[in-house]
C-alpha cells in the first residue's frame, strides 16, 4: 500500500517532467499527464470542479497531482505503467473541522463517506449503494483515503499514521461497517451483495 500523506510542495517540479510523461495511447498521457483525469475523477468525487490550475509531480509508479479547497487538502496517484492514467490512490485531509466533507462514490459498493463534526467529536457516515447507512466516532480522524493501486480501490477513515490509523469500510449483511486489517497485504473481505443475497468478492467502493 502507497502512503497515505504526502506533503503539499508542487511549486518546484523537476526540470524534464514534460519531456519525461509524454506518451501516447487509448486514454493520453500527455505533457500533462493525466491532468484531465484528474479534473474529472476531482469532480466526480468531490460535486465540485477543480479549482485552479494543477501541476504534476512525478512518482516512481506514474504521477501525482494535489488541490486545496480550504476545507480539505486532496491527493490523487495514477498508476502508468500501462500507458493510461490508472487512478491509484486518493489522499483528502479534513482541514476544516466545522465544514462536512463528503467523497461521492459510483461504480461500486458505496455511494457516499462524510465525515462531520458533532457534539460529541467527529464521526464518519456511510451509504452503501443499496442506501443502507453505517455510522462511527473517530476521535482520531485526519482524513479520508481510497486505496488499492492497480486493484479495486476501497474506503478508509485515515488517521496520522498511514496503515497503524485506518479503519477500512466493509459492506456487510447489515450494511456498512468499519474493520481493522492487522495485514494490509492480506485479501480484501468478501461483501455482502444484496441483489445475489451472498458474500462475493469486493468491486470496491469507486469505478474508475
Known amino acids: 500500500m502507497t502512503r497515505f500523506w504526502v506533503p503539499l510542495a508542487l511549486a518546484a517540479v523537476l526540470p524534464g517532467l514534460v519531456a519525461a510523461c509524454t506518451r501516447s495511447g487509448g486514454n493520453a498521457v500527455a505533457a500533462r499527464p493525466c491532468e484531465s483525469t484528474f479534473s474529472a ?38 498508476d502508468l505503467s500501462s500507458g493510461t492514467c490508472m487512478l491509484g490512490h486518493v489522499d483528502v485531509r479534513w482541514v476544516r473541522r466545522d465544514t462536512r466533507l463528503t467523497l461521492l462514490l459510483s461504480g461500486g459498493n458505496l455511494r457516499s463517506i462524510s465525515l462531520h463534526a458533532t457534539a460529541s467529536g467527529p464521526a464518519v457516515d456511510v451509504v452503501d449503494r443499496w442506501g443502507r447507512v453505517g455510522s462511527a466516532r473517530v476521535p482520531w480522524v485526519q482524513g479520508l483515503t481510497l486505496w488499492g493501486d492497480r486493484g479495486p480501490l476501497h474506503a478508509a477513515v485515515a488517521g496520522r499514521w498511514q496503515t497503524q490509523d485506518l479503519l477500512h469500510v466493509v459492506v456487510a449483511r447489515s450494511g456498512p461497517t468499519f474493520v481493522t486489517l492487522s495485514d494490509p497485504a492480506q485479501p480484501w473481505p468478501t461483501e455482502w451483495d444484496v441483489a445475489a443475497k451472498r458474500y462475493v468478492t469486493s468491486p470496491g467502493a469507486y469505478g474508475r
Do not use: K
Not at 494543477?54 to 480539505?72: C, D, K, M, Q, S
Open 41 to 78: 475523477d476531482f469532480e466526480r468525487l468531490t460535486g465540485s470542479r477543480l479549482p485552479g490550475v494543477a501541476l504534476p509531480a512525478r512518482t516512481a509508479a506514474g504521477v501525482h497531482y494535489e488541490a486545496a479547497t480550504g476545507a480539505a487538502d486532496y491527493s490523487f496517484s495514477y
